[in-house]
């Protein structure tokens, strides 16, 4: 819904829905929110990306890779190192989206049991190339 307001108007919004004394879920769909808004998101996606909730961190990662932000790549490599699963995987979908590159995630994923072994080796793959994209700088 926030899609079909003025910019101008629903940034001021999702941008007050972020506070930490928010409910998690009223903060994970304002992340999800904020790839429709006008503004520099720099700031927010720095504060968001270590997040203690395990969806605001995701939906982070998920909000680098569609805004292609390489300037978020440094906390990206982090996401990708991140103690949950899903966030690792949402990161490495960011990352592939940033570098234009395949990691074969989308063969992993998705599948009826998932090979951990491919995975970790996928993960792994992605931490490599984006610590070289960011070296390169």
Known sequence: A???IDPTVATPIVEASLSKDDPWMV???AVMALQHT???KAAIITELADDAEVSI?????????NLKSSDSSHLLLNLLQDSDLGVR???CSSTEKIL?????LETIVGQPTM????LTSTLEAAVTALRAHIDAG
């Open 2 to 4: 926030l899609a079909l």
């Open 27 to 29: 903060r994970t769909h």
């Open 38 to 40: 006008h503004g520099e």
């Open 57 to 65: 961190r995701g939906e982070i990662a998920v909000l680098i890779g």
């Open 89 to 91: 995987v949402h990161a």
């Open 100 to 104: 234009g590159q395949s990691f074969g």
């Open 115 to 118: 090979d951990m072994s491919s």
